[in-house]
């Protein structure tokens, strides 16, 4: 019996499950094996199980780092090929894999060296290829760049916590030690339920992210986790996915003492063909409970229909709702185009009487093309995407309306820019067996508060009191321009659990009238690849 792997293993078999980690990454390659495959698979929502793909049986791993797909018979026996701890019979199979993130880093703005610390379990299980089971638990022990350390910082002062907790982008809150360093505990959890090819039900708690995009201007995994559960159909060409997603107001409001709750149901419908994908979205936001009432979860949400703002609007409540648009386009057997749309709220008859741009015109957009072994290098694929967004869009109202906003854990759900910014980005992702590098560069150009009494508009919590009714125009306020550029080479050491080395060179610039900031950081370590984290803003 190997050390590095514990196996029952009945002859021939293979068991595909396992939630498909998020990461740029592996996402990017499942990018390639869906265009390779030249199948019509709805692509839009992008926090998948294997399962799903499993079943329509149209995607064929060819490479090493395939492995990460699934739960499938390893090659090998060792620590360069499979999980650490793997148990499998004919209808079952359950895997344990360390999660390691350590290494060392330099900044010019800090002295020293940077040190971080995250370790943890990912535990995985599939049973007769319907049902699947994900846990991961991770402490962290980190410290970061100047610029990222600011803006924990702001946060902090601007809540004000007496418990004196960070909010760390993207993640948990975090207690500062000693050697400014941020200590906190992530956990992730799922089960997925597959009858047949045509039914999902599945709940856990994580992230989900809907677009073919880098960013999503619908929903993201730029906030930290959250309870859910998600349920799926598909029919014909259409895919229907709902959402019901449960979010906390940490820090700014409480009630009880406690972090406000509220929720929010999604409904996602998508039509595809080989060559076209088109989605629709709606969404709608409400308060569980308030100082004056405790509503809980409104079973009246629990409609199942697509476009249920006509169903608020009967209801006559304050609920925030939201409508969006995802599209995308095979325009070559390498390559595709997409886009989306999100639509907060639209007034354009008081646009059109005032001939000027009234406040509460609330809408985001994004066009993107992704292309395959471009420069005819295999494994070198490009992304170059925009993405606008007006002010205020994402927020919410004046007083207590404003905990309404499409926040969760005090964190955007959608951009780390939030709002009232235009953006480009160029991504180069590489890959060639165990291999891979990628190389970003980000251009943005965001208005910021000018000294105003009122929301400039890119505060999610700002609220819209006292700003004014006309005039309003992305980037307004005090022009900053971001800039953000890294390039990361790497080496995966097993691909089954994507622990690798790993380094990496960015340079990020914040440059306006009134502020000048620059930073060169490297790093080097020792790297599981499963989790996004967004610290390009």
Excluded at 11 to 24: C, M, N
Excluded at 226 to 245: E, M
Excluded at 248 to 262: I, L, M, R, S
Excluded at 391 to 400: A, E, T
Aim: with cysteine; charged share 15%.
């Amino acid at each position: 019996m190997s050390i590095c792997a514990l196996a029952f293993v009945s002859t021939g078999s293979i068991l595909h499950a396992q939630q498909i980690p998020l990461d740029q990454n592996v996402q990017n390659r499942l990018s390639e094996l869906l265009i390779d495959a030249d199948s019509a698979v709805f692509t839009g929502f992008r926090s998948q199980n294997w399962l799903e793909l499993d079943q329509l049986n149209i995607i064929h791993k060819s490479t090493l780092q395939d492995s990460v797909f699934g739960l499938g018979s390893a090659l090998k026996g060792d620590l360069l090929h499979t999980n650490m701890v793997r148990a499998a019979g004919k209808n079952s199979v359950f895997t344990l894999d360390p999660y390691l993130d350590a290494g060392l880093g330099k900044s010019n703005e800090k002295g020293g060296v940077l040190e971080n610390f995250s370790a943890g379990v990912n535990m995985q299980a599939a049973f007769h290829k319907k049902l699947s089971l994900n846990l991961g638990i991770i402490t962290n022990l980190n410290e970061y760049p100047a610029y990222l350390d600011s803006i924990i910082l702001a946060k902090y002062n601007r809540l004000n916590t007496a418990s004196g907790r960070y909010i760390i982008p993207g993640e948990n809150s975090a207690k500062l030690v000693k050697g400014n360093r941020f200590a906190y505990t992530n956990f992730n959890f799922n089960i997925t339920y597959t009858p047949n090819k045509y039914l999902l039900i599945a709940g856990g708690y994580g992230k989900n992210f809907i677009g073919d995009g880098y960013r999503s201007l619908l929903l993201s995994d730029n906030a930290n986790n959250y309870p859910y559960v998600r349920l799926q159909a598909r029919l014909w060409k259409l895919t229907y996915n709902v959402l019901y997603n449960h979010y906390t107001n940490n820090f700014w409001y409480e009630v009880d003492g406690k972090p406000q709750p509220k929720y929010s149901t999604i409904h996602y419908l998508g039509f595809n063909t080989k060559k076209l994908q088109v989605g629709l979205f709606d969404e709608v936001t409400w308060l569980a409970k308030d100082t004056n009432f405790h509503r809980g979860f409104d079973v009246q949400y629990l409609n199942p229909i697509i476009f249920m703002r006509p169903v608020e609007f009967t209801l006559g409540s304050p609920d925030n709702a939201m409508v969006g648009f995802n599209a995308k386009y095979k325009i070559y057997k390498k390559g595709f185009v997409y886009g989306q749309a999100a639509l907060d709220d639209i007034y354009l008859k008081k646009s059109l009487d005032a001939h000027s741009q009234f406040y509460g015109n609330k809408y985001a957009f994004q066009l993107g093309i992704w292309n395959k072994d471009i420069f005819n290098v295999q494994g070198l694929s490009h992304r170059f995407e925009w993405n606008s967004v007006r002010p205020y869009v994402y927020g919410h109202g004046v007083g207590d309306n404003i905990s309404l906003n499409y926040t969760h854990f005090y964190q955007s759900l959608t951009t780390p820019l939030a709002a009232n910014y235009n953006e480009v980005i160029s991504l180069f992702n590489y890959a060639s067996k165990r291999w891979y590098g990628s190389l970003e560069n980000l251009y943005a150009v965001r208005g910021e508060n000018r000294g105003v009494s009122y929301n400039n508009g890119e505060d999610l919590w700002g609220g819209e009191e006292g700003i004014p009714e006309y005039g309003t125009k992305t980037g307004q306020g005090i022009k900053t321009k971001y800039s953000y550029n890294q390039l990361i080479a790497g080496y995966i050491i097993n691909p089954a659990n994507r622990l690798g080395v790993q380094a990496s060179i960015a340079y990020r610039s914040r440059k306006s009238s009134i502020v000048s900031q620059s930073e060169l950081y490297f790093s080097f370590g020792i790297k599981t690849s499963l989790y996004n984290l967004y610290h390009d803003f």
